[in-house]
């Protein structure tokens, strides 16, 4: 943080709040004697450990993103990706990556695992042909056909598939949920459905909504109406826009 500029008096009260920490459990009444933690560091649940973990891992993440590729990271998952024409100068990238990752690992005391990493080559062709692994400390990391990044799964063609069964099945099961309760009023159903149903199918859905057309909408259309059975008892066969105006939902068009 001194690095990058931030002034002196922030920087004392971070590490005055980060250190000399105090800990007691209170379990049934009783009250444990007052302990000191070892570097403690941030409390848990503090807005402030989000924002000092972008400085935490700056140096991992500050590169230029162009054409040619870059990263991104989100607490402790780092992304990155690097483009070209040809997979062997697409693996000496990724081999480039994995070396300024496991430097900076030495240098913060972070640590990366191979069987926690992902690889996935996207590609308008066949991705068998060119299936070319990396290596992590000694460890070879074979490309898959689809990974999970930040709570998307992304295929080696990003149409999203696996992604929009996925968040159908979430859907479903919430709304399943849903039709469980008994004795709930039309208006109340609906809030349950909106709160609970609707953020289960719509999680990312800015990234992966584009390519959710025609058949692939089916099962998102089944968790519609599996949510309006919920709100209004309508019947199993009807359609989908039916059960929506029924149940006075938004449909998930409107949605997006």
Not at 182 to 196: H, I, P, Y
Request: with cysteine; hydrophobic share 45%.
């Amino acid at each position: 943080m001194r690095a990058r500029g931030i002034p002196e008096q922030l920087l004392r009260w971070i590490e005055a709040f980060c250190s000399n920490r105090t800990a007691t459990i209170l379990v049934n009444g009783g009250c444990s004697k007052i302990q000191d933690l070892a570097q403690s560091g941030l409390p848990q649940g503090s807005p402030l450990s989000p924002v000092a973990h972008l400085f935490y891992n700056a140096d991992l993440v500050q590169r230029r993103i162009d054409a040619n590729g870059g990263a991104i990271a989100f607490i402790d998952d780092f992304s990155a990706w690097v483009t070209g024409p040809t997979a062997h100068g697409i693996s000496c990238g990724i081999a480039s990556i994995i070396e300024i990752a496991t430097d900076w690992e030495k240098r913060s005391g972070a640590t990366f695992e191979a069987d926690k990493t992902n690889l996935i080559h996207f590609t308008c062709s066949d991705p068998k042909v060119d299936r070319l692994p990396a290596v992590v400390k000694g460890q070879a990391v074979h490309p898959k056909d689809h990974v999970k990044v930040l709570g998307v799964i992304l295929d080696y063609k990003l149409k999203y598939r696996q992604h929009i069964a996925y968040a159908a099945s979430k859907g479903l099961e919430a709304a399943m949920e849903l039709k469980r309760l008994n004795g709930l009023s039309a208006g109340t159903a609906r809030q349950l459905f909106t709160a609970t149903v609707v953020p289960a199918v719509d999680c990312a859905s800015n990234v992966w909504m584009q390519a959710c057309k025609d058949k692939l909408l089916g099962p998102i259309n089944r968790v519609q109406t599996a949510g309006a059975q919920a709100i209004v008892g309508t019947f199993l066969r009807v359609a989908a826009n039916v059960a929506e105006a029924e149940a006075n939902i938004i449909s998930v068009q409107e949605r997006h």
